[in-house]
Nanobody
């Protein structure tokens, strides 16, 4: 059973920074596809940033230049991906979800972590 555990969300003032972490373990999944999505109230879930095949990254235009996605090498079969977010804006307020693909292209999601940016 694939498990994704996010941490690092919270309340921050506009212009501030947060670093989210996601640890993936268990089951079989494509660690090279780990990434982050977010969902604001009343809106659809959207990509923030993720790794793609070949070690490349895909970053949403709305956060480009303000976020950095990075990852650790596997430790004891736990894979960790980070999302460093800077210059946060009120429109970044959302629940942030960690995502990874299974070997058949199916999605695995974490429970989400709330990020609230106060203006």
């Amino acid at each position: 059973q694939v498990q994704l555990v996010e941490s690092g969300g919270g309340l921050v003032q506009a212009g501030g920074s947060l670093r989210l972490s996601c640890a993936a373990s268990g089951g079989v999944f494509r660690a090279d596809t780990m990434g982050w999505y977010r969902q604001a109230p009343g809106k659809q879930r959207e990509l923030v940033a993720r790794f793609t095949t070949g070690g490349r990254t895909n970053v949403a235009d709305s956060v480009k230049g303000r976020v950095t996605i990075s990852r650790d090498n596997a430790k004891n079969t736990v894979y960790t991906v980070y999302l460093q977010m800077n210059s946060l804006k009120s429109e970044d307020t959302a629940i942030y979800y960690c995502n990874v693909l299974g070997v058949h292209g199916n999605d695995y999601w974490g429970p989400g972590t709330q990020v609230t940016v106060s203006s």
